[in-house]
């Protein structure tokens, strides 16, 4: 089968709060305008697509003064029946950890906490990939959060210093696509990061700087449909030739936030399995 044994089943958040109200990416502009009709549509026409390509997507409530909650990929880390909730870089966005908290929590998951004055920012600077976790840090997550990021998922843990401000994410750089491929981007990363990805993907296909910049790798893998913002010919013809079918959904509103539509949902069915039996269930769950 073509494809990831995750990303059947995604969260996202309707875009009712969303908009560019304050700048804390390279991205961000308040004074670009976001056109809330368009990004509704977008965000429909992204929901359509993975649910043709076969994915499930459960709804988080959006919040006023939130806006941006509709990027689902930021509210924690998934591991089998585990959600470990984000410690937002920016005060801005740490007012959606209860949120994203409670609807875990009231979805049967097991919530455990990274240690106060860690910073790491979810799924969007952490991505699963043959059983292990590789973690992106520096703008957003700290170097220090891996190793008690490894502990509560269970899971081995490869730190990935992220190397250009306007990439600040992991997964603005990197995206799993099956068990051996994956489309990575270097350029992004610093020269021992850029060892340990290389030396972990048996067959990537390398991005360039432009193709990073479009928001390439922020893909969603459904299976064997890859939907992405946009998809120049050269890698549209890689990933068809590995099997892939292209699916393309216009996220230029979510852009102008600097996330596109990977950052748009969170994976709920990552099961990377425990390497050293299960992860600890006791002194993880202390309060914030
Ligand atoms: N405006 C958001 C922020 O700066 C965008 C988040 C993008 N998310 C992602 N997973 N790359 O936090």
Redesign the pocket.
């Known amino acids: 089968m073509t494809g990831l044994p995750w990303g059947r089943r995604f969260l996202m958040c309707p875009p009712e709060h969303y908009g560019v109200l304050y700048e804390?990416?390279p991205w961000?502009n308040r004074e670009v305008a976001v056109d809330l009709d368009l990004a509704r549509g977008q965000w429909g026409d992204l929901v359509a697509t993975l649910t043709e390509a076969g994915a499930g997507v459960e709804l988080l409530e959006p919040q006023p003064d939130l806006p941006?909650l509709v990027?689902t990929?930021?509210a924690g880390t998934v591991n089998r029946n585990r959600f470990i909730p984000s410690r937002f870089r920016?005060p801005q966005?740490q007012p959606e950890v209860d949120h994203d908290v409670a609807w875990f929590a009231a979805h049967g998951y097991e919530v455990a906490w990274l240690p106060e004055g860690v910073g790491h920012?979810g799924?969007?600077d952490a991505l699963p990939f043959r059983g292990v976790f590789l973690s992106g840090y520096r703008s957003?997550s700290d170097a220090a959060a891996h190793g008690p990021l490894s502990a509560l998922l269970g899971a081995p843990v490869r730190p990935i210093e992220l190397v250009d401000p306007r990439l600040?994410?992991l997964?603005?750089t990197f995206c799993p696509l099956d068990d051996r491929r994956a489309m990575i981007a270097p350029h992004a990363w610093d020269s021992y990061g850029r060892k340990v990805v290389e030396a972990l993907v048996p067959e990537p296909l390398f991005l360039e700087v432009e193709e990073m910049l479009g928001f390439c790798a922020?893909s969603v893998v459904v299976g064997s449909t890859v939907v992405m913002a946009q998809c120049p010919r050269r890698v549209g013809k890689v990933l068809e030739d590995w099997g892939f079918d292209v699916a393309i959904v216009d996220v230029s509103e979510f852009l102008k936030?600097?996330?596109g539509c990977?950052?748009l949902t969170l994976a709920l069915d990552v099961a990377i399995p425990a390497t050293d039996g299960p992860p600890p269930s006791t002194g993880t769950s202390a309060a914030r």
């Open positions: 804390i990416n961000m941006d990027f990929a930021n920016h966005r920012e799924a969007g957003r600040y994410h997964d603005l922020n936030a600097g996330g990977r950052c």
